[in-house]
């Protein structure tokens, strides 16, 4: 079956990331999100664009006609007219099992589901659903517009076709596809939940602050992004539930540093309340760097 239009579930950094790459392959894309979220998704999209528009990445025309490929609904039953479903909602069991189900009854029978979660398994989700060989998991790595790679799992029976179908999918947007066993937390997640949490306890334990800890991980290993700005761009309320989720599969290798807790109970959450381990600006911007662009 050939995919023209796609399903985003979630409007969350990861949806819209998926949404950007997907209207930029020429993909129509439905956004699904609940309350106004998803009008907030559609300006956040917006301003990706722009910042790509000023480094010359594309053109203004290129930038209409993503946005255009874009629209944004509240109304699930639209799933009636989609070519593929990405689900891209927070990893709590229930809240995607009640989504796939209500998409399984609304969504044609060949259409192909894939789930990003990355803590649950997708053998687990896909007996939610009747079309169980038809689930795949693919763990987008935000930001996904630039990171070019995917992690890709399935469930003991999932079909070689709808296998095929996200790979397709993937390759599509420009990403390499690299299959792993089902294991929650996958590859990336789990490394790099270990670095937060021994980076959140380092600044607990005065060892250095947030800046020179971050400067020291991120320019010794090369890293575009450090773990605490990782952490605050994904926010850190799901970086919490992912370390919750990986302790209790794991053990407490993964309990989460006691600072974390306390900036989650604060709604220091990172990006999406412009405060968390670090401050950043209504354009998305760490406060810092901007101040470091103002003194050049």
């Known amino acids: 079956m050939e995919i023209r239009k796609v399903a985003v579930l979630g409007a969350g950094r990861l949806g819209r990331g998926i949404a950007e790459c997907a209207a930029h392959k020429g993909y129509d894309v439905i956004l699904f999100s609940q309350g106004a979220r998803g009008q907030d998704a559609l300006r956040r999209i917006e301003r990706s664009l722009d910042r790509k528009l000023a480094k010359w990445a594309i053109t203004e025309p290129e930038k209409r006609l993503i946005l255009g490929k874009i629209s944004y609904t509240l109304d699930l039953k639209e799933l009636s007219k989609v070519d593929l479903v990405v689900e891209a909602t927070i990893d709590q069991f229930y809240t995607k099992q009640e989504l796939l189900r209500t998409a399984d009854h609304l969504c044609r029978p060949d259409v192909v589901f894939i789930t990003t979660s990355s803590t649950l398994k997708v053998s687990d989700l896909a007996r939610v659903i009747s079309r169980n060989d038809s689930?795949?998991?693919?763990?987008?790595?935000?930001?996904?517009?630039?990171?070019?790679?995917v992690e890709m799992t399935t469930a003991y029976n999932t079909s070689?076709?709808?296998?095929?179908?996200?790979?397709?999918?993937?390759?599509?947007?420009?990403?390499k596809v690299l299959t792993i066993q089902e294991s929650p937390g996958l590859v990336n997640p789990r490394s790099l939940m270990i670095l937060v949490n021994e980076a959140a306890w380092?600044?607990?334990?005065?060892?250095?602050?947030?800046?020179?800890?971050?400067?020291?991980?991120?320019?010794?290993?090369?890293?575009?992004?450090?773990?605490?700005?990782?952490?605050?761009?994904?926010?850190?309320?799901?970086?919490?539930?992912w370390m919750t989720q990986l302790q209790a599969e794991f053990g407490d290798r993964y309990a989460p540093c006691p600072l974390l807790r306390l900036y989650v109970r604060e709604k220091r959450l990172g990006l999406k309340t412009r405060l968390g381990f670090f401050a950043y600006t209504e354009d998305d911007v760490l406060v810092f760097e901007e101040e470091q662009e103002q003194e050049d």
């Open 135 to 149: 689930l795949v998991g693919l763990h987008f790595i935000p930001p996904v517009p630039s990171v070019p790679v």
């Open 160 to 175: 070689s076709a709808a296998i095929e179908t996200a790979k397709h999918f993937a390759s599509r947007l420009g990403k």
């Open 202 to 241: 380092m600044l607990s334990e005065g060892v250095a602050d947030v800046r020179t800890v971050e400067t020291i991980i991120k320019e010794s290993w090369g890293m575009r992004q450090g773990p605490l700005e990782i952490a605050d761009r994904l926010g850190l309320d799901l970086v919490l539930n």
